[in-house]
């Protein structure tokens, strides 16, 4: 893995305007764009994405959901995946995920666990509609009753089912995330 760092020095994305992009995630957005072409080009989907913190990326990735038989194997998700890898903690606190198109509601939310700190992105849900790709489908469904939803979501009550929960308050070697 080739680790590519900033030529100029990279503002905190955090004291950035909201909207604004420094000339540097400008650039790793290109490299994102890339990316996700020679994704296609390899048979994948047209996504890519980079994790990035204190001008250093941290991991990079394609989409790799076909080549893996694995729906949750987005371009997002797998960068997420390597960038906690490869510094060994599950939180990316501080960090930037640069991607070439608008993240999915599944790739925000991970994000949103991961703890990015910030969210860059070209293409929007439009164009990934455009392409194919139902994420509209799913912000719709998640902004509608689950009672309503296609798939039944259904919970069912058992004795036990805290039973996790009150092990894991009481736990003593827990990390809390």
Not at 31 to 60: K, S, T
Not at 119 to 126: E, G, K, N, P, T
């Amino acid at each position: 893995m080739t680790i590519q760092t900033a030529a100029a020095p990279v503002p905190d994305a955090r004291l950035l305007a909201p909207g604004a992009v420094s000339p540097a995630e400008h650039d790793w957005l290109g490299d994102a764009i890339e990316l996700a072409e020679n994704n296609v080009a390899a048979g994948g989907g047209p996504f890519g994405a980079l994790i990035v913190r204190d001008g250093e990326v941290l991991a990079r990735s394609g989409n790799r959901v076909t080549e893996s038989f694995d729906p949750t194997a987005h371009a997002e998700v797998m960068a997420i995946r390597a960038a906690c890898s490869r510094i060994r903690d599950f939180r990316l606190t501080g960090t930037t995920l640069i991607s070439s198109c608008e993240p999915c509601p599944m790739c925000i939310t991970a994000a949103l666990w991961a703890r990015v700190s910030r969210i860059v992105y070209a293409a929007d849900r439009q164009a990934a509609e455009g392409a194919g790709f139902d994420d509209r489908e799913f912000y719709d469904l998640l902004a509608t009753p689950v009672q309503d939803w296609p798939v039944p979501v259904v919970r069912i009550a058992h004795a036990d089912s805290d039973v996790p929960f009150r092990s894991w308050s009481t736990a003593h070697y827990k990390i809390e995330y």
